[in-house]
């Protein structure tokens, strides 16, 4: 079993910044890519960020360079740095570990999950 752990969340106002971090214990062989998706209340879940264990990485369409995803491989850990938030992006937000599909927004039944962390962007 893999266990993710969020933390970093919170309120913030429009055009501010929040990191994310997700730190990543267990059996972790497998994992091949690491990151974030998200989900709005009456929304799709949607990739936000992956980054494989070679340094690569994926965003979704919306970030357009607002976000920068990193890693720690010594410590099973990734970032998301967030910044010129708009409430557009106020939703849960997931880490995600898996060995492929996830990377390119096609989630798998394999995949392991944190519980998600909320992020409100509100003035």
């Known amino acids: 079993q893999v266990q993710l752990v969020e933390s970093g969340g919170g309120l913030v106002e429009p055009g501010g910044s929040l990191r994310l971090s997700c730190a990543a214990s267990?059996?972790?062989?497998?994992?091949?890519?690491m990151g974030w998706y998200r989900q709005a209340p009456g929304k799709q879940r949607e990739l936000v960020a992956m980054i494989t264990d070679n340094g690569n990485t994926n965003y979704g369409n919306f970030v357009k360079g607002r976000f920068t995803i990193s890693r720690d491989n010594q410590k099973w850990t990734v970032f998301l740095e967030m910044n010129s938030l708009n409430i557009s992006d106020t939703a849960v937000y997931l880490c995600?570990?898996?060995?492929?599909?996830?990377?390119?927004?096609?989630?798998?039944?394999?995949?392991?999950w944190g519980q998600g962390i909320q992020v409100t962007v509100s003035s």
């Open positions: 267990g059996k972790l062989a497998s994992i091949w890519a």
């Open positions: 995600n570990a898996g060995n492929g599909g996830s990377y390119y927004g096609n989630v798998q039944e394999s995949d392991h």
